[in-house]
């Protein structure tokens, strides 16, 4: 080690995981530093966000690139620096089990939550903050550990994570997220984000999501909700209101929700030039049932605005993650749950860089690219501190 730490610096990563945050984290998680180690637990957690800044480097390659950040940058005093020379990827992986799941877990709840301010584009709507809830899987590297512990669809070929995140729209930020093996429900993964919830939110749910018992679990924290309702539910008019719309129980002996319909209709042509128009039927429940408050004619941009959460996935699987074919690195549960950590931990680092510059320049942060942000913040890693252009 060297005694520069005074100057040592990670740009992006460590303007939103201060230091101090991620020591504490790591005590708190039980990563206590038994002797002095080229990789302590600290900088040990850096480099785990590291390895998806670059995806495709190996472990001796991201090593090198956070020495440059504490050799060339500034502004965080008490961060251990590495020796200039790249430990063996065995010391690497050794230090990422004695780092283990928890810090990074701690770290998450720590950073995770909603960015925007009331003059962010998109993000409120009538007095509520605008959220959405969605699930993905995520392929992990193909060991019997992983399967074992995973498991995945019968006709795949890797294992895979199943991952709920409670997110924020006109930011995109994750405001919570669960992951756990791939036969967990996307419902029970859901009642594992309940305190993410609050009274001042609007949560916007697939069809997936919709049931009784979800239902009420968020709106016993105060927020209110929009779910598609699938075709399983029988919902039997019990008041038809004056805009058209109909209160109705969402099952037998169930919550009173108002149920709002409507048609999607979508033009195709076929092979043979032949243009045809078809109509999908969108049926939403709200716990919403002030018609005059709350008019009808905004539900369907409301629901729509739920794509956003398909945007986050996509930048998470693609622009972070590599694509389809890139899978994680570890081969083992507890490595792959660290990496599930890291990758959103990263991803929310970002969200907090747009934000903040669409913030600066007064911009929607729709406006400013992930990609951009990314390729920002591989750069910031060895660059001396400041603001960040948009």
């Not at 850096?46 to 090593?63: C, D, F, I, P, Q």
């Not at 209101?241 to 409507?262: F, M």
Request: one cysteine or more; charged letters at 20%.
């Amino acid at each position: 080690m060297t005694n520069a730490a005074d100057r040592a610096s990670f740009g992006v990563l460590t303007q939103t995981f201060a230091p101090d945050l991620v020591e504490a984290v790591t005590i708190q998680g039980g990563a206590l530093q038994q002797r002095q180690r080229e990789l302590p637990a600290q900088l040990t957690l850096y480099l785990v966000l590291a390895l998806w800044l670059w995806r495709n480097l190996s472990y001796k390659e991201v090593w090198r690139r956070l020495a440059d950040g504490c050799a060339f940058s500034g502004g965080a005093p008490d961060l251990p620096v590495p020796a200039s020379g790249a430990p063996q990827a065995s010391s690497i992986t050794r230090a990422r089990e004695r780092l283990g799941t928890e810090p990074l877990a701690l770290l998450f709840a720590q950073t995770a939550g909603p960015l925007a301010d009331p003059e962010t584009p998109g993000a409120f709507w009538r007095g509520y903050r605008l959220s959405a809830v969605d699930g993905t899987c995520l392929d992990v590297p193909d060991t019997a550990a992983n399967r074992a512990c995973f498991g995945g669809p019968t006709d795949g070929a890797f294992p895979q994570l199943r991952l709920v995140a409670h997110s924020e729209i006109g930011t995109r930020c994750l405001i919570d997220a669960s992951f756990d093996a791939y036969n967990t429900s996307e419902k029970a993964l859901c009642e594992r984000l309940a305190d993410s919830f609050a009274p001042d939110m609007l949560t916007v749910f697939d069809a997936g999501f919709c049931g009784t018992d979800l239902y009420r679990t968020i709106t016993a924290t105060g927020a209110q909700t929009i779910m598609r309702a699938g075709a399983q539910f029988e919902l039997a008019p019990l008041e038809v209101l004056s805009d058209g719309s109909y209160t109705a129980q969402l099952s037998k002996g169930g919550p009173l929700v108002r149920v709002i319909e409507y048609t999607v209709y979508t033009d195709t042509q076929t092979p043979q030039g032949h243009k045809s128009t078809v109509g999908e039927t969108i049926t939403l429940v709200t716990s919403l049932l002030d018609i005059d408050r709350f008019p009808i004619a905004d539900f369907p941009g409301l629901y729509a605005a739920r794509w956003e959460a398909e945007i986050l996935f996509a930048a998470v699987k693609t622009e972070l993650r590599g694509g389809t074919t890139v899978r994680f690195r570890s081969q083992t549960p507890d490595l792959v749950r660290q990496e599930a950590w890291a990758l959103l931990l990263l991803y929310q680092a970002l969200s907090d860089l747009i934000t903040r510059a669409a913030g600066h320049a007064q911009l929607d942060p729709d406006r400013i690219s992930f990609t951009t942000a990314l390729n920002t913040a591989r750069r910031s890693v060895n660059q001396t501190g400041g603001r960040f252009s948009p």
